[in-house]
């Protein structure tokens, strides 16, 4: 960033760094610890899919990379695509190494400016939803925790509680105005 770029208030773009989706299976157990939120096993991948016979192919190799298992396919509200990924809950690394691959492959296949985000589900004893969500552009993590979905409330104060807990395992966003809610995300 130059001179000019300051003085204008230019900021550099932060890069995305994928590799941090393998400090997930540290933060889930940490949350298993410290918070008794255990994973759900399913992950996803958001993105503004493109129409079109590249995507099918694309979702042909992405299948092949995950040893046969065809992603499941859902479109949101917002004309997001969501890539679901699932795995034993066990089995966390198998489930990050999976997504880590969808997401390389979505980028070298040019979709790269329309992924949003990379989701894994965690649920706590008593039945409470909680999303670790990667953005993409950003290069960092923040906590999602719905609280009733069909009213749109969050649980605020699990989500200030994780990010305590998990700021030593993951980059957390320091602007929480970009924690945006990721309603009916897969295994939240």
């Known amino acids: 960033m130059g001179f000019l770029d300051s003085i204008l208030g230019r900021s550099k773009r932060v890069e995305p760094n994928l590799d941090a989706l393998f400090a997930l299976p540290t933060a889930a157990l940490t949350l298993e610890a410290s918070a ?32 046969g298992s ?21 089995d966390m690394t198998s489930l990050c190494t999976d997504l880590h691959s969808v997401n390389s ?18 649920r706590s004893d008593d039945g409470r939803g909680l999303a670790l969500v990667y953005l993409y552009k950003r290069g960092t993590f923040y906590p999602f925790a719905p609280a009733d979905s069909k009213a749109q409330r969050r649980d605020n104060a699990l989500e200030l509680q994780v990010r305590a807990l998990v700021s030593g395992d993951l980059a957390i966003e320091e602007d929480v105005s970009r924690w945006f809610p990721v309603w009916g995300a897969p295994g939240v």
């Not at 992950?43 to 590249?54: S, W």
């Not at 492959?105 to 965690?122: D, H, K, M, Q, V």
Request: proline fraction near 7%; hydrophobic fraction near 35%.
């Open 36 to 67: 008794q939120m255990h994973p759900t096993g399913v992950g996803a991948v958001c993105f503004r899919q493109a129409e079109g016979g590249p995507f099918a192919r694309l979702k042909q190799e992405i299948t092949q990379l995950l040893g």
């Open 105 to 122: 492959s979505l980028e070298a296949a040019g979709f790269g400016p329309s992924l949003l985000c990379t989701t894994i589900g965690l």
């Open 70 to 90: 065809e992603p499941e396919e859902f479109q949101d509200d917002y004309g997001y695509t969501w890539l679901i990924v699932r795995r034993a809950p066990d």
